[in-house]
């Protein structure tokens, strides 16, 4: 690191990516900082700095030793492997322990015979509560939550014929009776059998086939905002919720009953569709200010790859502006926006991404943001999307 880039982050309080150390701090600390920020963002620790950015200075030769045998070594699991560097300035020498997010999350501190979770919230690490430790398992690949049992629910809540069209549509062949029924859904994992010998429905399973996938979760579906001028306000032209399940029913090209996606295109093309007369006075055609299919994949993208353990609902927001689309949850692992334009996949939902594709929803090759959105919307003539990452969610936004 260049000395510039050092007196800039000395200059600011340790954040969620930058924490400060001394050169006596304990190995165990040492680990909760490091497995903190490999199980969020990946993040620096700056070995001889004090808590308020002062160079202190370390002086122990063996320090590199000591931090790979013992606080990797030891205290560190599964393994992780960081980058180390020492940097002379003119204050003293301190050392740069560097570590990316992990992809093998959530990882831990191990002390005492017993293993503890930690993540980074802003300037500190603390204990991984319960819900942080399952989105941690779900972004690494080792917990798909979409395959949850839904407590309350019953085979009774799978909407028995949308479920029976689809299968029977796309395998070419018959299911018979009741029993074929159950068993064709429990292959699928769209219902599970809990202890007490009951058939509750999976997460999946109501989100694509649900009767009313709302009662029971009430984080699925998309909320559709139109505001007047360029800012939320209090008063919106129209405010609609949408919360019907996914899946559809299709008769050739004949859409017999339409899905959560279908829906919401509707509703669009009343805020960002107008239907032309053609020159001959007779054939009318409609006029989408923003490509269908580009909304259409954008709808579609935040609904099967969408963080299902947060609360909170998908939005759309139209302002007179730009269009908005916020899909709860930020991206899986080491994703990132530049790997998803490149064409990199990595589904937090293959469950619900397989379906989607089956239904005609998705392109199979998931390069739908490669070439559907960022695509055309070059060829087009639009400016390029932005794309948002928090936290807590991402969004992408189109100028209208």
Request: proline share 4%; glycine share 8%.
């Amino acid at each position: 690191m260049k000395i510039e880039s050092l007196i800039e982050v000395f200059s600011q309080p340790p954040n969620s990516t930058v924490s400060f150390a001394h050169e006596q701090t304990e190995p165990e600390q040492l680990a909760k900082d490091i497995v903190a920020f490999a199980n969020f963002r990946g993040g620096r620790v700056f070995v001889g700095v004090s808590d308020f950015g002062e160079i202190e200075g370390i002086k122990r030769p063996d320090l590199e030793t000591w931090v790979m045998d013992t606080v990797f070594g030891k205290y560190i699991t599964p393994a992780l492997i960081p980058v180390y560097e020492e940097i002379n300035t003119s204050a003293g020498k301190i050392a740069v322990i560097s570590v990316e997010q992990g992809t093998l999350k959530p990882y831990a501190v191990r002390s005492d015979g017993k293993e503890t979770i930690y993540i980074r919230m802003g300037s500190t690490s603390r204990i991984a509560n319960r819900d942080q430790i399952v989105q941690m398992s779900q972004e690494a690949g080792h917990f798909h939550y979409e395959t949850v049992p839904v407590s309350g629910s019953r085979i009774t809540d799978i909407d028995q014929e949308l479920f029976i069209q689809y299968y029977e549509q796309l395998m070419g062949e018959k299911i018979g009776d009741e029993d074929d029924l159950t068993l064709r859904l429990r292959q699928l994992d769209l219902i599970h059998e809990n202890s007490a010998g009951n058939l509750l429905c999976s997460l999946a399973g109501l989100i694509l086939f649900g009767k009313e996938p709302g009662r029971f979760l009430p984080q699925h579906g998309i909320r559709v905002i139109h505001y007047k001028g360029t800012d939320t306000e209090l008063d919106s032209i129209s405010d609609q919720p949408f919360k019907a399940p996914i899946g559809r029913q299709k008769s050739g090209s004949e859409l017999r009953r339409s899905g959560l996606s279908d829906l919401v295109m509707q509703h669009l093309s009343e805020k960002l569709s107008r239907v032309l007369i053609e020159d001959d006075g007779l054939t009318r055609m409609r006029k989408w200010e923003i490509p269908q299919g580009i909304l259409r994949e954008l709808i579609v993208n935040s609904l099967v790859h969408r963080d299902y353990t947060r609360r909170s609902m998908n939005e759309i927001r139209i302002f007179s502006d730009r269009f908005e689309i916020e899909s709860q949850g930020r991206l899986p692992n080491s994703l990132t926006v530049e790997k998803i334009i490149a064409g990199q996949r990595y589904p937090r939902n293959p469950i619900l991404v397989q379906f989607a594709q089956n239904l005609g929803l998705m392109e199979h090759k998931g390069l739908g943001i490669r070439k559907i959105v960022v695509g055309q919307l070059r060829q087009e003539g639009f400016p390029a999307p932005v794309f948002v990452e928090t936290d807590e969610s991402f969004t992408v936004i189109i100028q209208r």
